[in-house]
């Protein structure tokens, strides 16, 4: 018997191999975790790399030439992530969205989601497949992306003045190849093309009105995101959080909004319109206003680990399993189990504390964005 050397980049957090209950359940699509929510959204990290160095995702003094990334042999492959996929949609996901690190530096992704858009519904109905990406590489792989089956991206987007925009990804790459990637996606039907705007304070909240005006009358929808405190390694600070009612305020006193109501049970994003028509934007509020009640997405690491919330600090490792000797109802009642069992409420937990206080003590060492998507 051989032994096998685990890579040292595979044991970065914490993981569990889950329990296979005895009783093997078929799924309901009605599972639910301990606060009623169901599981309707999977968010499927496919590589851990990216070609930014965003300072709140992956600062370049942490993610440097020599930070181990994950090795090729542990990431899951396509044929791997689709057997979860369709385990995850038997209970009741109807929303996939791929993410890294940056997506679109995970080799043949296209097949993937040519894979991913054969799945359906219990009722028959397709899976909304959606991408989030930097736009780097999104001009020469739109067409390709949406002939696979890929429905809608969104780009993140953190200003439009290049100096600005240089600085934040830290790898100097110039914002007007972004705004080409977002026209090429719009160009062959990936639409409507979500632009999300992470705001720190007094590192780019100058971009906030320059991006309202340049996107209104686009078609493309706006969303500017509060500074997160994901991860250990972004140096979160309270005071560089701009509450998402202070972007709503700056961007109504030019261009007149009214609030909308959401598109679906679970929507992160408040939804206010242009008064004269010119389209939305939307606010997501982790810091200041936590939605944590209705959460109804879980996340998939690169290398297959399970995690039922954004700050988590442990995981569920899937892979152990898929690469065991079970079955797939093993599989789908190993998942039920870690769903049923769901408790994370951390955004909650965090607005409770007192104001001098960053974070909830029990939070450990959480996942880094980078590694399981946003």
Sequence with gaps: MTNKTIPLADLRYASRVPHIPARLDAPTGLLADTLGRPLRDLRISVTDRCNF?????????????????LPQTSLLSFEEITRLAKIFVAHGVEKIRLTGGEPLLRKNLEVLIEMLAKLQTPEGRPLDITLTTNASLLARKAQALKDAGLQRVTVSLDGLDDAVFRRMNDVDFPVADVLGGIEAAQKVGLAPVKINMVVK?????S???PMARHFRNTGTVLRFIEYMDV????GWR???VLPSAQVIERINAEFPLLPITANYAGETAERWRYVD????VGVISSVTKAFCGDCNRARLSTEGKLFLCLFASQGHDLRALLRGNYGDDQLSAAVGHIWQARTDRYSEQRAALPADTSQPESSGKRVEMSYIGG
């Design 238 to 240: 309270m005071d560089e």
């Design 201 to 205: 304070r007094g590192t780019n909240d």
């Design 53 to 69: 160095r965003c300072s709140y995702c992956m600062p370049s003094e942490v993610f440097n030439k020599d930070y181990a990334f």
């Design 231 to 234: 991860g250990a390694t972004n």
């Design 277 to 280: 028509g010119g389209g939305e």
């Design 207 to 209: 971009e906030i009105l």
